[in-house]
């Protein structure tokens, strides 16, 4: 167990819907980046936020957004969904003095659009 | 361009026996190389990371080499045990990008009895 929780662990949607996904991080742990798994994509990197702000942006579409709360989860909202976002989301968080690289992962949300 | 790839997509090795998994990059400007495991159902779990300004580092059972010269890194896992099956994924940390890390397509490792 990681200790970074994530919910819901799967979910079914249609297109052109819109979901939210929970990441609760590691106690202590300030940062949070979101991951997606694709099967033709593989892990991407799509968004971090360290103690509630915005920090780097990667591979992430206009029609998701992320924030982190004063409590330090954070929520993934994807919009107008596409059959094409069907993957796993992993949340991951770091602690403030961990080695570089070292994330630990959630077990992930499997949204499916359908 | 910035890439990570893997050579082989599987590799099967007998239990007890070592496993060898390579990786190659293109990114000269990483500071880092790490390597993941994801067993099935769960999230990628952190096993080793090694620093460019290194050739080998070693943990419990793994052993990861970088050779720059050629932009490769392998990890290696001695007596590999049934509990090794996973999917093996090296990944890149850029230079100045703590932890945003930019993954390879991964190795699914299976051992055989």
């Known amino acids: 167990d990681s200790g970074v929780t994530q919910t819901p662990k799967h979910l079914i949607t249609a297109t052109g819907q819109r979901v939210t996904l929970r990441c609760s991080p590691r106690s202590g742990d300030l940062s949070v980046y979101w991951y997606q798994q694709s099967l033709d994509q593989g892990l991407q990197f799509l968004i971090q936020?360290?103690?509630?702000?915005?920090?780097a942006k990667g591979n992430i579409l206009e029609r998701f957004s992320a924030q982190q709360f004063p409590d330090l989860h954070s929520e993934l909202n994807l919009s107008s969904l596409e059959l094409g976002d069907s993957a796993l989301y992993f949340c991951?968080?770091?602690?403030?003095?961990?080695?570089?690289?070292?994330?630990?992962f959630g077990e992930g949300s499997r949204l499916t659009v359908l | 361009g910035e890439s990570v790839g893997l050579h082989l997509p599987t590799l099967s090795v007998q239990e007890g026996d070592n496993s060898i998994i390579n990786c190659a990059y293109s990114?000269?400007?990483?500071?880092?190389f790490i390597w993941y495991k994801q067993e099935s159902g769960k999230g990628p779990q952190f096993i080793i990371d090694?620093?460019?300004?290194?050739d080998k580092r070693q943990g419990q059972r793994v052993t990861v080499l970088l050779n720059k010269t050629v932009k490769h890194l392998s990890l290696q896992i001695a007596a590999t045990q049934p509990g090794d099956s996973a999917v093996y994924f090296c990944?890149?940390?850029?230079?100045?990008?703590?932890?945003?890390?930019?993954f390879g397509s991964g190795t699914q490792l299976t051992v055989l009895p």
């Open positions: 936020y360290y103690n509630g702000e915005e920090r």
């Open positions: 990944a890149e940390n850029k230079r100045g990008s703590a932890r945003q890390l930019t």
């Open positions: 991951a968080s770091s602690p403030l003095s961990s080695e570089v690289g070292e994330l630990f």
């Open positions: 090694i620093r460019s300004n290194m």
């Open positions: 990114n000269s400007a990483s500071d880092y």
